[in-house]
Nanobody, 115 residues
């Protein structure tokens, strides 16, 4: 069974940076567009934040463009999310999955942006 394991969250001040990581099964990871999602406190829906194709073509939601960077390391079955110039509205639990959400969700990693 494929497992997704997210890590790297924590408490950061506004303007600060964090780097999230997510590992997944090898075959599934290498043949799919991977994505980061987030679920803000009190919201039921997970928001798509960023995607990266197998050829490393990237897309971002408007609210994070210029601040977040998604990357992948196929050799390590890992996808990353570098978050810079963070804002309080970035506070959420962050998850990774394929862009079609085909895998069972992991536990996510909590990111809190607060002074």
């Amino acid at each position: 069974q494929v497992q997704l394991v997210e890590s790297g969250g924590g408490l950061v001040q506004p303007g600060g940076s964090l780097r999230l990581s997510c590992t997944a099964s090898g075959v599934i990871f290498r043949i799919n567009t991977m994505a980061w999602y987030r679920q803000a406190p009190g919201k039921q829906q997970r928001e798509l934040v960023a995607t990266i194709t197998t050829r490393s073509s990237r897309n971002y939601v408007d609210s994070v463009k210029g601040r977040f960077t998604i990357a992948r390391d196929n050799a390590k079955n890992t996808v990353f999310l570098q978050m810079n110039e963070m804002k309080p509205e970035d506070t959420a639990v962050y998850y990774c999955n394929t862009d079609s959400k085909m895998l069972n969700w992991g536990k996510g990693t909590l990111v809190t942006v607060s002074s």
